[in-house]
């Protein structure tokens, strides 16, 4: 099991920066890769950033050169780093886990970022 727990959310204008974290706790040795994902109201859940064990990247092309996805030393805690927010980032989003060994994603409660003048 892995219990996750984002903060950094709030309001911000149209192309300021915000950053989330993600503090994970339990069976973290196991985990292989973390990751963002958001869901504006009346949208599917997307994915807006993953990172593996081995620090492999993936992003959403919607987000590529304006957020960064990153882990702590202790890997247990994963951060994104938000730019150039516009209007369209607007979502709650969700902090996401996979263990190795059986390919379970684990979600955090989510942190709501609202991009608004």
């Known amino acids: 099991q892995v219990q996750l727990v984002e903060s950094g959310g709030g309001l911000v204008q149209p192309g300021g920066s915000l950053r989330l974290s993600c503090a994970a706790s339990?069976?973290?040795?196991?985990?292989?890769?973390m990751g963002w994902y958001r869901q504006a109201p009346g949208k599917e859940r997307e994915l807006v950033a993953l990172i593996t064990s081995g620090s492999s990247t993936n992003y959403a092309d919607s987000v590529k050169g304006r957020f960064i996805i990153s882990t702590g030393n202790a890997k247990n805690t994963v951060y994104l780093q938000m730019t150039s927010l516009k209007p369209e980032d607007t979502a709650a989003y969700y902090c996401s886990a996979q263990l190795a060994l059986t390919r379970q994603w684990f979600w955090g409660q989510g942190t709501q970022v609202t991009v608004s003048s």
């Open positions: 339990g069976s973290i040795s196991r985990i292989n890769a």
